[in-house]
């Protein structure tokens, strides 16, 4: 009976413990987010093998820029097209992107990282 009571007891020590590590990702990856900028025009985008990641290429003054949006769904990298110009500020978790026919601006929502729903809320990072 004391070893199923011990058994029980580390089972919801290690789930609480593997939780809060989750939270943590998810808030370090927004303020990561948060304190990045760039700005440049969309010159490419391609799937990179090593990690499965979507890949996107920004120029600005000669100078490459390669990012992915990992955190995000899959939509936000089908949406920009190349061509784009993407400006990412400081100090903000939202993208402007500018296209002949099109400005808009995008929250973005880190909703690829597990627990989204349940961290996003509390995280002082985001423009909820």
């Keep these: 009976m004391i070893l ?44 990179q093998k090593e990690g499965g990641r979507n890949t996107i290429v920004i120029e600005k003054n000669g100078f490459e820029t390669h ?8 939509y936000l990298y089908e949406f920009i097209e190349i061509g784009d110009t993407l400006i990412k500020r400081n100090r903000n978790n939202s993208i402007v992107i500018k296209r002949a026919e099109l400005d808009t601006t995008i929250n973005l929502k880190f909703e690829n990282l597990k627990g989204a729903e349940l961290y996003s809320e509390k995280n002082e990072f985001l423009n909820n």
Aim: net charge positive.
């Design 67 to 74: 990012f992915d949006y990992v955190y995000e769904k899959s």
């Design 4 to 47: 199923i009571l011990i058994g029980i007891i580390n089972t919801i020590w290690f789930f609480n413990k593997n939780s809060i590590s989750q939270e943590d990702f998810f808030n370090n990856a927004v303020k990561t987010s948060y304190h990045r900028s760039y700005d440049g025009i969309v010159k490419r985008k391609y799937y």
